[in-house]
């Protein structure tokens, strides 16, 4: 794996940047979450997942980033949405502008613990969903990989 020879700005990028979410269950069927500890969407909840380096694979960049976010071993299930994030700012140029692709993933092992740039983490019922300000999209995504996670584990 290589990573980036050139610094690639994530705030107004020249191309959009390909990242990874992952959306991990525990055997209680609990959802890991991470809150963003650096723009965008900082503050905000959501799945661990970040860029993919140069020469990475998918699924090896969703496991690193799954590790480097929480501290946690995973096994990918399988790829569940796209997801394509892009902000403007007040001029109407393109401030951020990502493509993700996200995964579900069986928890291995590990303690979930705040790492890398995320500022706390936290395993989530699916009931408790909605206690959490999620956007549509990320509720979306959990959707559809527990429904998988569930068809694979049942």
């Known amino acids: 794996m290589l990573t980036h020879p050139i610094s690639v700005p994530r705030r107004y990028p020249p191309c959009p940047l390909v990242g990874v979410g992952v959306a991990v269950f525990n055997q209680?069927?609990?959802?890991?979450?991470?809150?963003?500890?650096?723009?965008?969407?900082?503050?905000?909840?959501g799945l661990p997942g970040g860029l993919i380096d140069l020469g990475e694979r998918l699924e090896?960049?969703?496991?690193?980033?799954?590790?480097?976010?929480?501290?946690?071993?995973?096994?990918?299930?399988?790829?569940?949405?796209?997801f394509e994030p892009?902000?403007?700012?007040?001029?109407?140029r393109v401030?951020?502008?990502?493509?993700v692709l996200d995964?579900?993933?069986?928890?291995?092992?590990g303690e979930a613990v705040a790492r890398d740039d995320a500022a706390a983490?936290?395993?989530?019922?699916?009931?408790?969903?909605?206690?959490?300000p999620l956007n549509e999209a990320t509720h979306d995504v959990i959707r559809r990989a527990y429904a998988a996670w569930q068809q694979q584990a049942g």
């Open 121 to 132: 983490v936290r395993w989530v019922d699916m009931e408790g969903l909605t206690q959490l």
């Open 28 to 45: 209680a069927g609990q959802v890991l979450l991470v809150q963003r500890g650096r723009p965008p969407r900082q503050g905000q909840w």
């Open 60 to 82: 090896d960049a969703a496991r690193r980033e799954v590790r480097e976010e929480c501290g946690v071993e995973v096994l990918i299930g399988g790829l569940v949405a796209t």
């Open 95 to 99: 401030e951020y502008h990502y493509v």
């Open 86 to 92: 892009i902000e403007w700012d007040d001029e109407g």
């Open 103 to 109: 995964y579900w993933a069986h928890y291995l092992r």
